[in-house]
């Protein structure tokens, strides 16, 4: 059987999932978590072959998550499902220790394959987001700004666009605000972009906050 653990903070959602999870022959759900601490918790104590990972729930940053998981759990593997747009998440779920990624929209018989794929060792990317990374191997390609922010920069940028101010980015980030502060001038630097409120309409425009 594959051991399934569902970690979202949202009960229908997970209500959902377990459902279609259960409906499928030789898959189950062993656990259940509603933030990354929990998660955590849970595959330490837990036997599960995958930990299907909500990245805007509660606790860790997704890609500090992520990389926690794959280290304390190395046989638990990471597949993320997720509301944000693949181009801009995807990638660096990935890079964090994901072996697939998928958005919400997609059908259940998508997220079954999914499952079945990783299961067996193989990583799971849809054809919209293969195409995607393809487009990247162009010699002739070039990176938005947006892509040559640093996970750490990717973070600040989030909470910032989010509302949070620099003190409750600092303490939600394990940062001093004068880091933050630092962090922040780079990004508006990376992105061309002026103040606060320019960052926070540029964040809702990319998809980055829910």
Not at 108 to 126: D, F, K, M
Not at 160 to 188: C, D, H
Request: proline fraction near 5%; hydrophobic fraction near 45%; charge should be neutral.
């Amino acid at each position: 059987m594959i051991r399934i653990i569902i970690a979202d903070d949202h009960p229908i959602v997970r209500a959902g999932l377990r459902r279609i999870v259960e409906d499928e022959a030789g898959m189950g759900v062993v656990g259940e978590a509603v933030d990354g601490e929990q998660l955590l918790a849970m595959v330490r104590q837990v036997p599960a072959d995958i930990a299907l990972v909500d990245i805007s729930m509660p606790g860790p940053d997704f890609s500090v998550l992520l990389r926690r998981l794959k280290e304390e759990s190395p046989r638990t593997r990471a597949l993320v499902l997720s509301v944000f747009p693949e181009e801009q998440f995807a990638p660096r779920a990935i890079r964090a220790g994901a072996m697939g990624y998928l958005t919400k929209d997609q059908s259940p018989e998508q997220l079954v394959t999914a499952l079945r794929r990783v299961h067996a060792g193989s990583r799971y990317i849809s054809p919209r987001l293969a195409e995607w990374f393809a487009t990247r191997l162009d010699e002739a390609y070039v990176a938005s700004p947006l892509e040559s922010l640093s996970a750490r920069e990717h973070q600040v940028l989030r909470c910032l666009g989010a509302g949070l101010n620099v003190k409750a980015v600092g303490e939600r980030l394990s940062l001093s605000p004068k880091t933050v502060s630092t962090y922040r001038a780079r990004i508006l630097e990376k992105l061309d972009l002026h103040s606060t409120s320019e960052l926070v309409r540029f964040a809702v425009q990319q998809g980055l906050i829910d």
